[in-house]
């Protein structure tokens, strides 16, 4: 299965914009790939406090997203801002080359900055089965929480994160990815925004895709602005797993 890292810089609070901006990238690789991955909230940027900006699943964004996958014929996974009985969700997406579109709402608001006085956490993971892999998709900052990241007996084999990490704190985006592969024996791949936010937040991307050893298979350059494919395949996953099965080993656990 061939995957896309779109990793690019997010205009401020403008959804046309940045729309145009992400068709324009589809077009690019139509043929080419069988998953689109986007930044978190890519049509607005990290806006926590501008709930004007949220939308319903009937609204544009989601409806574009389904035209988008039908016409380009690929699968695109990302977030943007949802509302849903008067609560507002950091919503992550996957919508399949058919139109149908899962969703779950990102559990981990990211409290230092004022994401959760607006935001309402998500109960659920998303997962998705696709192209032969079972695939797993979480928004930012809930990769610092293994727990909920956590691959139960392979549940899944690809495991997204769609982010708005910033520059700032970059070692612990690329540290926490590669442990996230490694524990999960799992590919794992980050995509992160590039650029500098509404409230002058500097982000530099370090988007990735890595192997179920934590190898990297794709990366970027510093506020590299463009979009890289991969194909990862599914039977060295299954043999590796095989030969080092250690989720028998694993701890079982509850989450609350």
């Not at 998709?137 to 982010?163: H, M």
Request: with cysteine; net charge negative.
């Amino acid at each position: 299965m061939k995957v896309s890292l779109i990793q690019t810089d997010i205009i401020w609070a403008d959804k046309k914009a940045n729309l145009t901006k992400i068709e324009i990238e589809l077009a690019g690789i139509t043929g080419k790939t069988d998953i689109a991955v986007l930044p978190e909230m890519f049509t607005t940027g990290f806006c926590t406090d501008r709930l004007e900006l949220a939308e319903t699943m009937e609204d544009e964004t989601v409806q574009t997203l389904i035209s988008w996958a039908k016409h380009y014929q690929l699968a695109i996974v990302g977030s943007f801002i949802a509302r849903e009985n008067d609560k507002i969700f950091n919503r992550a997406f996957f919508v399949k080359p058919d139109g149908e579109i899962h969703t779950a709402d990102k559990r981990h608001l990211f409290s230092v900055g004022g994401e959760d006085k607006f935001f309402s956490p998500g109960d659920k993971r998303l997962m998705v089965n696709y192209g032969g892999f079972n695939i797993c998709v979480l928004v930012c900052y809930d990769v610092r929480f293994p727990v909920w990241s956590r691959n139960v007996d392979n549940g899944y084999d690809l495991l997204i994160y769609a982010a708005s990490f910033p520059h700032a704190r970059m070692d612990a985006w690329d540290t926490l990815l590669k442990a996230r592969a490694i524990e999960n024996q799992a590919y794992v791949c980050g995509v992160n925004r590039i650029g500098v936010d509404g409230n002058n937040v500097a982000y530099s991307g370090h988007s990735v895709l890595r192997d179920f050893k934590g190898g990297e298979i794709c990366g970027f350059d510093e506020n590299e602005e463009n979009v890289k494919t991969v194909e990862i395949l599914k039977d060295p996953l299954v043999k590796f797993r095989d030969k080092y099965a250690f989720r028998k080993d694993a701890d079982t656990f509850e989450i609350k």
